[in-house]
């Protein structure tokens, strides 16, 4: 289609330093009405930080930025909102006790006088719900739903503001393929009518599909541009991380082991009238596919205790095993990297050294005490092999990018030395260079014959790095497919209840 000619916004040599980080360098920026924009790069390119400093969630160094050809200099998310910017977090940022409705208009309840009218409040939130496939009753409470419905709740959220820029930070990184297919529509409708739209995201089958220009932001820093003719796979990586990455899943496949997890009809509280049976031999890199809600999730919490089992039975290395708790978990040599690294992986005010060896802590202790000298052991080695980007150990995790911080989550756990190492969406929110690192750790762990199993909901992932997988929908096991079986088609196929020929 035919972009309107007018430029709406215009950023100008920005910069923005954190403690021991400089996050932008002079980066620019140019957005014109009707347009929809791509920003890529690793994590750590700066793009989270632009993102930010235009939605007025912190202020830049130094730079101008312009609206309609006149500066602008937020103070704050309201004066941002006001001038038609809304953010879309990467994170989630609902308050979990309200109902849909409120956290809509949270602070911008619609009303007289001090009262709220609760009637107008909840048809318009049922509005911006079924405008991104949302048909749920608006009095809904936003902590009962799952992570990926309540992604979608963020963007009607954002839509209700009658943005004229709207900012998406990683918006599909939680959604299934029907919600992404959704969110597609909803941009496409955006940019028919008028509206400017940010996109930032690590998927680049997506960002071809939506974009009409690509700007690319590699350590903090501009690293190129790519008008809509020039965007393919191969053009973004090569901006992006400054070299070419052949052979992104590289796999040797290893014959598998002894079985060291065996689920015998374990039965997770979430669907407790459907138990599961799977096994996972050492060397071997398990997938678990389906689509958001299958049960994926609450399957490995179950294994990891963080849900005990309702029943069935569970064997670690042939040993009966009954977790009550991580603790048991940890114990019987099981780790689990979350899907929401910052709730449940980390703790953010604590700096990469204590994070780095936090589950290590009872065998670190003498007499009571620290052993300081081990923690920072753990945690150089945790940054050496993970290639974590920090300015030091002593950095607080809460200042490092997304990628970095699922970084130390993996690091603390591989030096545990685990038999069964469970990653819950690994590469949500990663950087294609980080990812690859991931899937080489990944495959150095099962050539030394520890036992992989893990959830994705990228479909490449799961092709490219499983041994086998299996797949599940509305919390059963749907089908089992060996590596010469797997393809896009049979997982779909399984993942939505149907069912593959021999």
């Not at 849909?100 to 509005?127: T, V, Y």
């Not at 990469?352 to 009571?368: F, H, M, T, W």
């Not at 797949?471 to 079986?485: F, N």
Request: contains cysteine; glycine residues 10%.
């Amino acid at each position: 289609m035919s972009l309107d000619s007018g430029l709406l916004l215009e950023v100008k040599d920005l910069k923005k330093s954190f403690p021991g980080v400089l996050a932008l360098k002079g980066v620019s920026l140019t957005l014109g009405k009707g347009e929809v924009i791509s920003l890529i790069g690793e994590n750590g390119a700066g793009k989270s930080t632009l993102m930010k400093i235009l939605a007025g969630v912190q202020p830049a160094d130094s730079g101008d930025y312009s609206i309609d050809g006149e500066k602008v200099d937020f103070k704050n998310v309201r004066e941002a909102m006001d001038l038609g910017i809304a953010l879309i977090h990467q994170e989630l940022n609902l308050a979990s006790n309200l109902d849909l409705a409120s956290n809509i208009f949270l602070g911008r309840e619609p009303g007289n006088k001090g009262f709220i009218n609760e009637q107008e409040l909840h048809a318009e939130a049922s509005r911006h719900l079924k405008r991104v496939g949302l048909n749920l009753p608006s009095d809904t409470i936003a902590g009962s739903l799952p992570i990926g419905k309540q992604q979608l709740v963020e963007i009607a959220k954002a839509l209700s503001c009658n943005a004229r820029v709207l900012i998406m930070d990683e918006p599909t990184s939680s959604l299934s393929q029907k919600e992404t297919e959704t969110l597609f529509e909803v941009v496409k409708g955006l940019r028919d009518e008028g509206i400017s739209v940010i996109y930032i995201s690590h998927r680049l089958g997506e960002v071809k599909e939506l974009s009409d220009r690509v700007t690319v932001f590699r350590d903090g820093e501009n690293a190129g541009e790519l008008a809509k003719d020039e965007i393919n796979h191969d053009n973004m990586v090569r901006l992006m991380v400054g070299r070419e990455l052949s052979e992104f899943y590289d796999r040797d496949i290893h014959p598998p082991g002894d079985c060291v997890l065996k689920a015998v009809n374990i039965v997770s509280p979430t669907y407790p009238e459907i138990p599961v049976s799977i096994e996972v031999r050492a060397g071997e890199i398990v997938g678990i596919a389906g689509l958001v809600g299958a049960g994926r999730t609450e399957l490995l919490q179950t294994f990891f205790g963080v849900t005990p089992s309702l029943g069935g039975e569970l064997e670690v290395e042939g040993v009966s095993f009954s977790p009550c708790s991580p603790a048991d978990a940890v114990r019987a040599g099981l780790a689990l990297a979350p899907e929401d690294r910052k709730q449940h992986g980390l703790v953010l005010p604590m700096t990469v050294r204590e994070n780095a060896s936090l589950p290590s802590l009872d065998r670190d202790q003498k007499i009571g005490f620290l052993d300081h000298f081990k923690e920072k052991e753990i945690a150089d080695e945790a940054v050496e092999q993970m290639k974590i980007k920090t300015p030091s150990i002593e950095q607080a995790a809460r200042f490092l990018s997304g990628g970095n911080q699922q970084k130390i989550v993996l690091g603390k756990w591989l030096a545990m030395n685990p038999k069964l190492l469970m990653l819950d969406e690994p590469t949500r929110g990663i950087d294609i260079g980080a990812k690859r690192e991931i899937y080489k750790l990944m495959e150095k762990l099962a050539g030394k014959g520890i036992a992989i199993l893990f959830v994705s909901s990228e479909m490449e992932e799961v092709l490219g790095m499983a041994d086998r997988v299996y797949v599940m929908h509305e919390g059963r096991i749907s089908g089992e497919l060996q590596k010469d079986q797997m393809s896009e088609e049979s997982i779909m196929q399984l993942a939505t209840g149907g069912s593959v020929a021999a």
